[in-house]
């Protein structure tokens, strides 16, 4: 009997713990989706059906609309189809020069004509007149045809308007006539009213052209009616139509008339135009127009008239509004009692649950003194018992785990930041850091080929070597930031290990001599001399272990060792490359052997602060030469010396062996020879692209003596307007351009119809070293692959390879000439009166150019000066503006600083259209302008004299047209010295007597250098 009063006492425990109540509100709870759902769901089912109602109504809509643009265009069609026929009749049949020499001539044609188009104009429906005006300019102001219509008699014929008295600006008597020859097109004419017809009209018209020669202007007017009549006439109750111009210009409205001046209709059309242009074609667009919203649909017409029907939004919405009120009555109902049934669970659940997961979340950020309030003998009083046990458990370790916890991540988001912050600016500025040195050592190579002075030379090899070895710096700077971010790869080509050995040597024996070091050399004579690798990593790895030994050794020696091993079963085709490097320095603490390749570290920093360098070369070695499979092994005596070695797999490619290192090194300093061109070929025509002005310049150096025509251009679109032009022997294209690159450039060459190129070799220039970049480009279509900086070397010996054998000619030997050109630089010029000849040099460049252009300037003032006197007469202030602004750019190019303010001042006279400043201060200028005619008189050009029997034979007129697109191209360049060489040569042949007065222009246009003259007289030949 006891035991059963304790079971039942259990049950009744058990009862109070789990409440029905608790049970009972998540059922009531569960009812709220379904009422919301029954709500959505009736929404929804309205929605899909007013949604199909507008969707039907919106296929009528566009369906009229359709209809009416039909009805429009077959009216426009048949104007323009009579407009045409009558326009070939007349090109047919005129005679031209019959009308102006014959008046029998022309009144009989001129009646005939009048029959002709009467009947073709009586085709056209509502047609009111028919004209045919001839250019007033050749045939008089009154010549042509003017007809109106007349239902009984057809077409009357009207005395023609005298359009010499009307301005072209009284646009509804001329504008007809003067608009289509302007536009040279024929067009649609916006409507207008027609106060000699009191009618509104609008018409087609459209200009004639015989042999080249404006002829007149056929048009055809139609009454304005014939679009009412298609606008009126719409079947859809309530929907109306709006005519409106080109440009949005009001012009006939349904419910409205024609032309109205309304503010209000134009600030509805503001907002209509808005509407339409931000949306998207043939939909339907809510507007607000004449009051109230409508609907509306835009088509556009064939003359670009805007035909608009509107349709009344209330029209649309009225049957729907009544069950929409029921359905939303319906959905608030529902809504209200998802509200009572969710607050009832808020009280009995949420806010419980919300009160322990606020307690939780203040626990889980370690506030694990919080007071949890809630009690309750369910579930959720449980949950809050368990919780505030587990916070007296876990206070005493709270405050040691969130410091740790917190400083973990603090340490963590630090090295983070940082190590992605170093890796952006390691690689930006080793990329900005190499441009301008590959430009310096591009332009030192020019000092190296071209001087002839030994001192000048041993300046510009020391500048080579300190320039390789910087950009070498840079790289290992790059090849960091690439090792952090994983982008380091491995390129193989084939090398030259001696030329390798020889390099390091030349680039470290300077820093060993000047730190009083021995270096030794053991290189077996046996290894094979050509390998395949990755040549420049390979360098790179050996220069970082010199250098650092270097760098740590004060007293003793430095010894390069460089041996190697067969691979079994390889049959001699690879080899392990053994590299040793021994020095007699400080070594390293075995403690300190890990600290050697961790990134900006240095060891024992106290005692090596003298020591230059970022702690980044060994780094670098260990991370490369992972990448090639190998390892850097180092063994170190601290106080005695350390030998760094590593052995890498290389391809043998030619058995023979480097032989004599030493004594190759010393024939190389012996051989310091000035440099000569491998190639000569002055018949070839290359075109080089890229975006950088300084890698085009040093192109121009490098191949200067080559006598090449170059065509440089800094884009790609550049480049498609030079091949749609000229043919070219080989193109270099660089990859990384702005807007359109290498790779996209290419891909328009070979679609392009007018391609005079097009088949010809094109490489591509790029500094983009990466592995299976050359196959990438090279499956993209490209010829060939020249990496970045360009070598001089290489880049001859490409244009060799793919230059056709017939083009190579045999260098001409001009060191002769070239010493006269030095000899002539060093002379000085003398002192100029009112030149700045510092100025003159800046804006020149060499001496030989100043002279040049002080003889130009000196042989076109009087030219000049006198045409700046008439059109100061002529009071013509544009042109006086466009002539004075050119004198102040010459004037200042050759340094005559002076006359070139002077020519500013009244060049922004001119600009201000003060006519009064120019008559009182232009006679100044000028006297000050003629006073350099004597000043530079000892540069004055002179005049050719090429006797008759010393000319060559007359020229034909397909190698006079040549000598023309080669002038049109220096143009285009600016090559003043192409020109003046074209120039010469024409000169030095008999020329055809016709063409004799246009090369005298032409030689004008030359001496003056004004390329855009003549590029525009060019284009009138």
Not at 46 to 62: P, Y
Not at 368 to 376: D, G, H, L
Request: charged share 25%; proline share 3%; net charge negative.
């Amino acid at each position: 009997m006891s035991k059963n009063l304790k079971i039942k006492k259990q049950k009744a425990i058990n009862s109070k713990r789990n409440p029905r109540g608790l049970r009972t509100t998540l059922f009531l709870m569960s009812v709220c989706p379904f009422l919301l759902l029954f709500g959505i769901g009736s929404v929804i089912s309205f929605t899909i059906q007013r949604k199909t109602n507008i969707e039907k109504l919106n296929g009528s809509f566009m369906a009229e609309s359709d209809k009416k643009v039909l009805e429009f265009d077959c009216c426009l069609d048949a104007t323009e189809r009579a407009v045409h026929s009558i326009s070939n009749c007349i090109l047919n049949s005129i005679d031209e020069k019959k009308i102006l020499s014959s008046p029998e001539y022309k009144k009989e044609y001129m009646s005939q004509l009048q029959n002709i188009i009467s009947n073709f104009a009586m085709t056209v429906k509502d047609s009111v007149s028919v004209y045919f005006r001839m250019n007033a300019s050749l045939y008089g102001p009154t010549e042509g045809l003017f007809l109106t219509g007349d239902t009984k008699n057809g077409f009357m014929s009207v005395h023609p308007t005298d359009i010499s008295l009307y301005s072209p600006t009284e646009f509804n008597h001329v504008i007809w006539y003067y608009l289509p020859d302007w536009e040279e097109k024929a067009m649609w004419l916006t409507p207008y009213e027609n106060a000699n017809i009191n009618m509104h009209v609008f018409s087609f018209v459209e200009p004639l052209y015989k042999n080249g020669e404006f002829l007149g202007v056929v048009g055809i007017d139609l009454n304005m009616a014939t679009l009412k009549g298609l606008a009126d006439d719409i079947k859809t109750p309530s929907m109306s139509a709006l005519l409106l111009g080109k440009d949005y210009e009001y012009i006939y409205y349904t419910e409205g008339q024609f032309h109205s001046e309304s503010a209000d209709a134009s600030i509805d059309i503001l907002g209509l135009r808005q509407v339409i242009e931000n949306g998207s074609e043939a939909s339907v667009y809510k507007v607000f127009w004449d009051g109230q919203q409508r609907l509306c649909v835009f088509r556009q017409l064939r003359n670009d008239m805007k035909l608009i029907l509107l349709l009344p939004k209330a029209f649309v919405t009225a049957s729907s509004h009544s069950l929409l009120v029921k359905l939303i009555l319906l959905l608030i109902i529902c809504i209200i009692l998802c509200i009572f049934l969710i607050r009832f669970g808020i009280i009995k659940i949420v806010a419980p649950v919300n009160e322990l997961s606020q307690a939780s979340s203040r626990l889980s950020r370690g506030e694990f003194k919080v007071r949890i309030n809630y009690k309750s003998a369910n579930e959720l009083g449980a949950l809050a018992n368990n919780m505030r046990k587990m916070a007296v458990q876990l206070d005493e370790y709270v405050d040691y785990i969130s410091e740790q916890r917190q400083s973990e991540r603090e340490a963590k988001e630090s090295a983070i930041n940082a190590s992605k912050a170093k890796s952006n600016f390691l690689a930006n500025m080793s990329h900005e850091i190499r441009t301008p040195i590959n430009a310096v050592l591009g332009m030192n190579e020019m000092i190296l080929r071209e001087s002839k002075k030994d001192d000048i030379r041993t300046y510009a090899l020391n500048i080579k070597s300190a320039g390789n070895t910087l950009l070498a710096l840079v790289n290992d700077v790059l090849d960091f930031s690439k090792i952090e971010s994983g982008k380091l790869e491995l390129i193989k080509d084939t090398y030259d290990l001696s030329s390798i050995i020889i390099d390091l040597i030349s680039i470290i024996s300077e820093r060993i001599e000047k730190n009083g070091l021995e270096f030794k050399l053991n290189i077996n004579k046996d290894i094979p001399s050509v390998l395949n690798g990755d040549s420049a990593k390979l360098k790179q790895c050996i220069l970082n272990l010199l250098t650092n030994a270097v760098k740590y050794t004060q007293k003793g020696s430095v010894t390069l060792s460089l041996d190697y091993k067969e691979i079994p079963y390889s049959d001699g085709k690879k080899i392990n490359l053994l590299v040793k490097v021994a020095d007699t320095g400080i070594g390293i603490k075995k403690e300190d052997l890990e600290k050697l390749f961790q990134p900006f570290e240095r060891i024992e920093e106290n005692r090596n602060r003298t020591v230059e360098g970022t702690g980044l070369g060994m780094n670098i070695v260990q991370k490369t030469l992972e990448v090639m499979d190998t390892k850097l092994e180092v063994q170190s005596e601290y106080g005695a010396g350390s030998v760094f070695s590593f052995s890498v797999v290389q391809d043998v490619i030619s058995t023979e062996p480097v032989g004599d290192i030493v004594e190759k090194i010393n024939e190389s300093s012996h051989s310091q020879e000035v440099y000569k061109e491998k190639l000569f070929a002055p018949d070839a025509r290359l075109l080089f692209i890229d975006d950088t002005v300084m890698n085009l310049e040093v192109v121009k150096g490098l191949l200067k003596n080559t006598k090449i025509k170059l065509d440089c251009v800094l884009s790609g679109e550049e480049g498609l307007e030079c091949v749609r032009k000229n043919v070219y022997d080989i193109i270099f294209i660089d990859h990384r351009m702005p807007k359109m690159d290498g790779l996209e450039t290419l891909d328009a060459m070979k679609v392009m119809p007018d391609n005079k190129s097009a088949g010809k070799p094109c490489v591509v220039l790029t500094a983009n070293a990466i592995n299976g970049a050359k196959e990438m480009y090279l499956g993209a279509g490209f010829t060939d692959y020249l990496s970045k900086p360009v070598s001089p070397d290489k880049l001859e010996e490409m244009i060799i390879k793919y230059l056709p054998a017939a083009l190579l000619k045999e260098p001409l030997d001009s060191e002769s000439e070239d010493e006269a050109a030095e000899e002539e630089k060093e002379k000085k010029l003398p002192e100029i009166d009112g030149i700045d000849m510092a100025t003159a040099k800046t804006y020149c460049g060499s001496e030989e150019l100043m002279v040049k252009m002080f003889g130009l300037f000196q042989s076109s003032i009087q030219k000049n000066a006198d045409e700046l006197q008439k059109l100061l007469d002529e009071e013509d202030v544009t042109q006086y503006k466009i002539k004075v602004h050119a004198l102040k750019s010459s004037a200042r190019t050759i340094g005559a600083t002076q006359l070139s303010e002077m020519a500013l001042a009244l060049e922004t006279a001119a600009g201000e259209n003060k006519l009064e400043q120019l008559k009182s201060d232009t006679p100044a200028l000028l006297s000050f302008y003629r006073s350099y005619a004597d000043r530079l008189l000892v540069f004055a050009p002179r005049e050719e004299k090429a006797s008759d029997n010393k000319k060559d034979k007359a020229l034909s007129k397909k190698e006079i047209k040549k000598y023309l697109a080669d002038l049109g191209q220096g143009c285009d360049n600016f090559d003043l010295d192409s020109l003046e060489n074209i120039v010469g040569e024409l000169q030095m042949n008999e020329l055809p007597a016709d063409f004799k007065e246009t090369f005298k222009t032409i030689r004008e246009f030359v001496k003056e250098v004004d390329f855009e003259g003549l590029s525009a007289f060019l284009k009138t030949l």
